[in-house]
């Protein structure tokens, strides 16, 4: 091997100084680093334990006002305040801002700079801290909304451990905005997370609300959330609200849509109905779950508590429902992530402007309408004026979008087939046109459907055969049972 000149040499000396100083340089940075996030969790770990020393003596450690017995409104309140004044107070800088950039750094990959500041400054209301209200608050503090206000007046039971975001065991007895906050605490402890234990109402709580970029509606009872909503739109504060997720069961069917344009919630129709009599017709975002309603229903009060007298002292309020809707836990915490998404894009510069509603797919429902009266004429022999056909036909666009997607699953009835180019089509000719009477078809079973059994009267059995005869009757059992509940 040749010996290096004296360039050659001077040049990898060089090199091999700056690889050793870039070498101490980063592992300097990265020892300074984890010194640095040491001393933050023993900061925070002491603060944490402060905080839960202060919960033991206070009415959620399982004395006469905790979890056995229940705490008045008085005793949280006083409660809370004598907790607050135990809470350290962080200062805004006192946490090492790159510490904090570090931990919000893939939203800081997905947003930019800019739209991360707006994130960080945003205030957000969430009125209503159960499943749904836990979960949003739980994932817009998590990607960097660092001003929360928290508002609910329900204490932490054992049965909302099945949904809610942040309650342990420790926490039952104690009101769940309490719960979040400590459980906030232990992730963003630099946030200005406030809570108000109590009930949001018209003509009380309207300064709750002063100051907010977004406000949350996931309240319960139907009274509170239109008097919100309405009091929101009309005041200019941009508001997200949560329709029903109890007694849901399919996840595929949560979607966004403006309050006006939603289908199968009983919530949101009542909810759609009481805004347009107070002026707001539209304009309110929200999720909700087309699923439609099944089998699972309020629980039935015990006949015990009737024999009691009047139920009324059941409900936390005079206006609260006093049965026991039933709940699967991810569909509230699917709901919540939902509207701490959208509201995340919104405050970011990337509103969600053309959310796909999974269910109002109006194309394909006026081409399934208009194909359905073109056959109506055919085999009735009625005049094939398509818009006055489709004006005249017994079933509406939204029973059409019913049969199609949710009592036939988007599929065809007999192989169930997802086909480009469905058809819907009377089922028996003896019957009325009516949702218990459609069924799904490729186009050419329609078409031969059509001509054998509307046309030339054959038997549905010698056509099609006993089995699919069967799943027919079947589907328009389920239909009519659905028809009962929603025009009960």
């Known amino acids: 091997m040749p010996a290096l000149t004296p360039n050659q040499s001077l040049v990898l000396t060089a090199l091999a100084t700056a690889a050793a100083t870039t070498t101490l340089l980063l592992s300097y940075q990265a020892l300074r ?47 809370k305040a004598e907790q607050e004044g135990r809470a350290r107070e962080w200062k805004e800088g006192e946490f090492d801002e790159a510490l904090i950039r570090e931990q919000l750094t893939r939203n800081y990959n997905f947003f930019g700079e800019e739209p991360m500041a707006k994130i960080r400054a945003a205030r957000v209301v969430v009125v209503g801290c159960g499943g ?100 929101c739109k009309k005041q200019g504060i941009k508001v997200f609200s949560s329709m029903g997720a109890g007694a849901k069961q399919d996840p595929t069917r949560v979607q966004i849509a ?114 359905l009266a073109e056959r109506e004429a055919r085999w009735q022999h009625a005049p094939a004026d398509g818009q006055v056909l489709v004006d005249t036909l017994p079933v509406s666009q939204a029973d059409v979008g019913y049969v199609f997607e949710d009592l036939h699953r988007g599929r065809t009835t007999f192989g169930a087939e997802i086909v480009h180019k469905p058809a819907l089509v009377r089922w028996d000719r003896a019957r009325p046109c009516r949702v218990d009477n459609l069924v799904v078809m490729t186009r050419k079973e329609a078409d031969t459907h059509e001509r054998e059994c509307l046309r030339a009267g054959r038997s549905l059995v010698d056509v099609w055969g006993a089995d699919d005869v069967e799943k027919v009757e079947r589907r328009a059992q389920e239909a009519r049972r659905v028809e009962a509940y929603r025009y009960s």
């Open 33 to 79: 680093r984890e010194v640095r996030t040491e001393r933050l969790k023993k900061q925070v770990g002491d603060d944490v334990d402060e905080w839960e020393r202060g919960l033991a003596g206070g009415a959620g450690g399982g004395g006469e006002g905790g979890a056995s017995g229940g705490a008045t409104p008085e005793e949280v309140a006083e409660w």
């Open 132 to 231: 749904v209200g836990s979960w949003c608050a739980l994932m817009l503090l998590r990607s960097g909304v660092s001003k929360l206000r928290l508002i609910d007046f329900d204490l932490t039971t054992l049965s909302s451990l099945n949904r809610h975001a942040c309650a342990t065991l420790e926490d039952v007895g104690s009101p769940k905005v309490i719960a979040m906050q400590k459980y906030f605490r232990k992730i963003a402890p630099w946030a200005d997370v406030e809570v108000e234990v109590g009930l949001w109402r018209k003509g009380e709580g309207e300064a709750m609300l002063e100051g907010a970029d977004w406000v949350v509606d996931a309240i319960d009872n139907i009274d509170t959330k239109v008097d919100l909503l309405a009091h």
């Open 258 to 371: 403006d309050i006006s344009n939603t289908y199968e919630d009983p919530l949101a129709r009542s909810v759609r109905r009481r805004l347009r009599l107070q002026g707001v017709p539209s304009g309110v975002p929200v999720v909700y779950s087309s699923e439609v309603p099944g089998e699972i229903k309020l629980l039935p009060l015990p006949e015990e508590e009737f024999a009691k007298g009047s139920v009324k002292h059941l409900s936390a309020f005079d206006d609260f429902r006093v049965r026991i809707l039933p709940v699967l836990g991810p569909l509230p915490a699917i709901f919540g992530l939902t509207i701490a998404t959208y509201i995340l894009l919104a405050l970011g510069g990337r509103p969600l402007a053309d959310a796909s509603e999974i269910k109002n797919r109006k194309k394909l429902y006026a081409s399934l309408e208009r194909n």
